[in-house]
Nanobody, 118 residues
Framework: QVQLAESGGDSVQPGGSLRLSCAFS????????VAWFRQAPGKEREYLAR???????NYADSIKGRFTISRDNTANAVDLRMNDLKPDDTGVYIC????????????WGRGTQVTVSS
């Protein structure tokens, strides 16, 4: 059973940077397509970015150019590097994973809190 654990969330000032990590256990991250979502207070869960096999990626327009999703196969994880953070980026950041074959269940982590405030 794959388990996902997000880490790296923190409180930062506007314009700051953070690197989040989605660490895998019970499975090899490179065998999964992984996505990051954001849950802000009072808002629906928002899709941010996804990475498929290798370096193929996709980003939501709201974070394009500021966030980068990448694989850290050494750590068996997928990272989300976030630059030029804005107050609207505040929320719980959650990753999910689906096997590249397209079969099997979708796995979700519990999230890590990011707060952007002056």
């Amino acid at each position: 059973q794959v388990q996902l654990a997000e880490s790296g969330g923190d409180s930062v000032q506007p314009g700051g940077s953070l690197r989040l990590s989605c660490a895998f256990s019970g499975g090899t991250s490179s065998n999964y397509r992984v996505a990051w979502f954001r849950q802000a207070p009072g808002k629906e869960r928002e899709y941010l970015a996804r990475i498929w096999a290798g370096r193929t990626t996709n980003y939501a327009d709201s974070i394009k150019g500021r966030f980068t999703i990448s694989r850290d196969n050494t750590a068996n994880a997928v990272d989300l590097r976030m630059n030029d953070l804005k107050p609207d980026d505040t929320g719980v950041y959650i990753c999910n994973a689906e096997h590249l074959s397209g079969f099997g269940e979708t796995f979700w982590g519990r999230g890590t809190q990011v707060t952007v405030s002056s």
